[in-house]
């Protein structure tokens, strides 16, 4: 398969630029040429202005910060089941078998089709989002903590074995830290999956409070599709700061990982991984259970020193 | 430590690998294992190390067979990319078999900075194991197995991969760490050249399946060696060509 070149770093920062730029002018074109009906489609300048607006409103903040806080909850508990389940699921196979079928029964059901029933189970209130969102999120988490554990290296836990270090040694210093980089990787799935949901949850509830309610009933308003669309915004930003901030983490803790030193050798920074254009490429993660893949031995042996200066003084 | 092969046998389920090896290995001595690819080299290595219970048969160290993996065992694996922990630093990377002695962590450090110094390594324990070259990251590896004092060292192709320099000067270290150090060691190699630089013997075995002894050689060279001079003497010529014939097997001697 052929490749087109890919764009250098400062080149990629321009031409994403020029790319909001662009679908902002559009809408904003859109909006003015009087196409459609200005209360219907507001143009875009209309709207970040009152997304910008909203930052000073103190029952919108409030409501942004009560689906924050259901979004961390929720994320916060699906790790806490899916890491230690995925472990357990992931090194003793007779588990695995038993529980595997339960598995592959939960899983197709999609989270939002849950709605329902879970608010007439627990109510409305937080409760419902953050058990759904829990729900919802633990599957990319789970599946990637046992899709790593599969990837550790037979020869990194033989190495360990031989030293005299027996079983758990093996899981908690050798398979462990190898996980992590899929553990992490799920996770950042699971975010945006969590605010998904949790915006979705708050839409079909309909009361009480959160950046999902504010839109419910900015879309019940007339003349509400500018507060609508402000909502959006704000959930984008939130989507995408989360997922900013995820990466960067995920660089910090796992420099080591195949794909970090094939971007060190290329002398590229991180803006790549965290472009938002790399929804497809984790769908295909989800799918697949795999998140980024330190277990493929892109880094082989034969590469030396890896790049920025490792001249180490013999 | 006395290392003992007792017509052992090893397979992976119907396939022979290894059939009926006896081999003393004398304390202090270091064995050079020859054979072509896929004999079963690395199968035997991890037998010693009880990484794998043997078919049949036994390996028994100074008189005790071995169950599990021994005590006072190390091993070096040729893929040392894959072998160190990329998420420790060299120096915790080498201290981590020091863990299983309970010693504190101050302690723990100062040793593998004191061995990383033997090495050649000095001031590279901050750094991570994929910061350093291959030949450097060998030498690290080579540090952790040494960091514990083992009386039997365990190294399978750990020169395979690097380039002629590098793996000359390894061979070298691994010379003066054996002189003075005097671990019994079981090295294995495909390098014919390597084997009798290196071993005090050097034992060849068949083609796989079921791969057996087909020469056991000691190697009469002075135990001081030179890359240079020890390679061009005449004894090392005749030493290489007696083990090459016996790596080609009947067909190619002549």
């Not at chain 1, 209360?39 to 910060?65: H, I, N, T």
């Not at chain 2, 009926?20 to 290595?45: A, H, N």
Request: one cysteine or more.
């Amino acid at each position: 398969m052929r490749r087109l070149r890919r764009p250098k770093r400062h080149q990629e920062l321009w031409l994403g630029l020029l790319g909001v730029l662009l679908a902002f002018g559009i809408c904003e074109a859109v909006g003015r040429a009087g196409v459609v009906r200005r209360s219907y489609l507001p143009p875009a300048s209309e709207v970040v202005a009152r997304a910008v607006q909203l930052a000073g409103d103190g029952a919108f903040m409030d409501g942004v910060g009560a689906t924050v806080k259901a979004w961390a909850l929720g994320l916060g508990l699906s790790v806490a089941i899916a890491v230690p389940l995925g472990l357990l699921l992931g090194s003793v196979p007779l588990v695995d078998s038993a529980v595997r079928v339960i598995v592959e029964f939960l899983r197709p059901l999609p989270s939002v089709a849950l709605i329902p029933l879970v608010s007439l189970l627990l109510g409305t209130g937080i409760r419902t989002e953050v058990a759904l969102i829990t729900y919802a999120c633990v599957w990319p988490v789970l599946f990637n903590t046992i899709y790593g554990l599969g990837e550790t290296d037979p020869l990194a836990k033989d190495t360990l074995r031989a030293f005299g270090f027996g079983r758990l040694s093996v899981l908690l210093r050798v398979e462990l830290p190898g996980t992590a980089p899929f553990i992490a990787a799920g996770i950042r799935i699971s975010a945006s999956v969590a605010l998904i949901l949790a915006v979705a949850t708050e839409l079909l509830s309909g009361f009480g409070q959160g950046l999902g309610i504010f839109i419910a009933q900015a879309g019940l308003a007339t003349d509400g599709t500018r507060d609508v669309l402000a909502g959006v915004v704000w959930a984008g930003a939130l989507g995408l700061v989360i997922n900013g901030v995820l990466v960067w983490g995920e660089r910090r803790l796992f420099p080591w990982t195949p794909e970090r030193q094939t971007e060190r050798q290329a002398g590229r920074g991180w803006v790549r991984a965290g472009a938002p254009g790399a929804g497809a490429a984790e769908a295909d993660a989800v799918r697949s259970g795999a998140g980024s893949e330190p277990g493929s031995d892109a880094s082989g042996p034969e590469a030396p020193g890896t790049g920025s200066g490792s001249g180490v003084v013999r | 430590m006395t290392l003992r092969l007792d017509s052992l046998g090893q397979r992976y389920g119907e396939q022979v690998v290894l059939h009926d090896i006896d081999l003393t290995v004398p304390d202090g001595q270091l064995l050079c294992v020859v054979g072509p690819s896929g004999c079963g080299k690395s199968t035997l290595l991890r037998t010693v190390a009880g990484l794998q219970p043997a078919y049949e048969g036994s390996v028994s160290i100074d008189g005790t067979p071995v169950t599990g993996v021994p005590d006072q065992l190390a091993v070096v694996f040729q893929d040392y990319g894959r072998s160190l922990f990329p998420w420790l630093t060299v120096r915790d990377n080498v201290a981590l078999p020091l863990r299983r002695r309970g010693l504190p962590r101050a302690e723990r450090r100062e040793q593998a900075e004191r061995i990383l110094e033997r090495v050649g390594l000095e001031g590279a324990g901050r750094r991570h194991p994929w910061q350093l070259s291959g030949g450097m990251q060998q030498r690290v590896a080579i540090a952790r197995a040494l960091v514990c004092r083992p009386s039997l060292l365990l190294m399978d192709e750990p020169f395979g991969s690097l380039d002629a320099q590098t793996r000359e000067d390894l061979e070298d270290l691994l010379l003066e760490v054996h002189r003075s150090d005097g671990a019994t060691i079981v090295f294995v190699t495909h390098d014919i050249d390597e084997s009798v630089y290196v071993g005090d013997r050097v034992v060849v075995l068949s083609p796989g399946p079921a791969s057996h002894p087909v020469l056991d050689l000691p190697v009469t060279l002075p135990t001081k060696r030179d890359q240079i001079t020890t390679r061009g003497l005449p004894e090392f010529v005749a030493l290489r060509a007696q083990v090459g014939r016996a790596v080609r097997g009947p067909v190619a001697s002549d």
